[in-house]
């Protein structure tokens, strides 16, 4: 099966497992993880399983990423259209608008083909990356589709969080948390990915065993350029040096998304720095004092405060 490629999660896998078996499986799957839990790689793992139990080129496209794709513009609710892909059985929906809302037009355009469309398959698989991007009206449209959908067709949704996931939605989904590995297992699947072994411990420790975190900062080179910038900015706050990271800060002020991203491996640090371990250079009580402010910082950027405003008030504070 290729859900047996998910490191860890045996739980997860051996539910998942008996419902395929009896061809039990929901209609509706929720996956809860935050970034770098794995919760889209176990989503494709299981429509694959589902699609094609046997295997094969499509199963292993579909690991890839490699099926249609539900795209609209924004403001413009109907251009939504469906991108054709390698895998047709498959759409993956995630969101294109401001801050990675979803769309209106992409789900009713996901709508629209799973109900006017057959192909020789198992069924249909449907992909929702970070349900809680939708808003009431793209939550409204999904539940159209949802309360009854086609034959065979099923829906696997990904968030970070289960608060975070309209109440509306959820209700309608069999939900599974997604859960780190242990940090040894971890370094041990990286190194097997090709990451070299020193490098996928330090990482495996700094990120508590998330495997997708860990080959993103080593495989992808502007992955890795933030986090040297957050280990940079760690490395100020450890110093008690407000100038160096009130600078570093500064050229994040006009790229919330970035600032986000900035302040959460920021905040990995000080975790990791709680924890004693050595990938930190934030330890003990700096790490404490710290990872409160850098929270606050996230908290604030969320809820649309000013970014600049934010950076200096916590620039200022480390």
Request: proline content about 3%.
């Amino acid at each position: 099966m290729m859900l047996d490629r998910l490191a860890g999660n045996d739980a997860l896998k051996e539910e998942v497992r008996r419902m395929l078996a009896g061809r039990r499986l929901s209609h509706s799957l929720l996956l809860i993880g935050e970034q770098g839990l794995g919760a889209g790689f176990a989503a494709r793992c299981i429509a694959a399983d589902y699609l094609y139990p046997a295997g094969g080129p499509a199963a292993e496209a579909l690991l890839r990423g490699e099926c249609c794709r539900a795209v609209a513009k924004a403001g413009d609710r109907d251009s939504g259209r469906i991108e054709t892909g390698v895998v047709r059985e498959a759409i993956s929906v995630e969101g294109m608008g401001a801050g990675g809302r979803y769309l209106v037009g992409q789900v009713t355009a996901m709508r629209s083909e799973i109900f006017n469309t057959s192909l020789s398959a198992e069924g249909r698989a449907v992909l929702l990356y970070h349900a809680e991007k939708m808003n009431g009206e793209s939550a409204n449209a999904l539940l159209k589709v949802m309360e009854e959908p086609p034959a065979g067709v099923l829906f696997l949704l990904t968030a970070q969080s289960l608060a975070g996931v309209l109440p509306t939605i959820r209700s309608r989904c069999a939900a599974f948390a997604m859960a780190p590995v242990p940090v040894e297992a971890c370094a041990a699947y990286c190194a097997g990915q090709g990451v070299a072994k020193k490098e996928a411990a330090r990482l495996a420790e700094l990120f508590e065993g998330r495997i997708g975190a860990v080959l993103a900062a080593a495989q992808d080179p502007a992955r890795r350029k933030q986090l040297d910038a957050a280990e940079a900015l760690a490395k100020a706050a450890a110093a008690h040096d407000n100038y160096a990271a009130s600078a570093l800060l500064a050229g994040y002020e006009k790229d919330k998304a970035a600032a986000g991203v900035l302040l959460r491996d920021f905040c990995a640090y000080a975790a990791a720095g709680l924890r004693g371990a050595s990938v930190s250079p934030l330890q003990g009580r700096d790490a404490a004092r710290v990872l409160p402010l850098a929270n606050e910082a996230i908290w604030q950027l969320e809820r649309q405060v000013n970014t600049r405003i934010v950076l200096q008030v916590l620039g200022a504070s480390l």
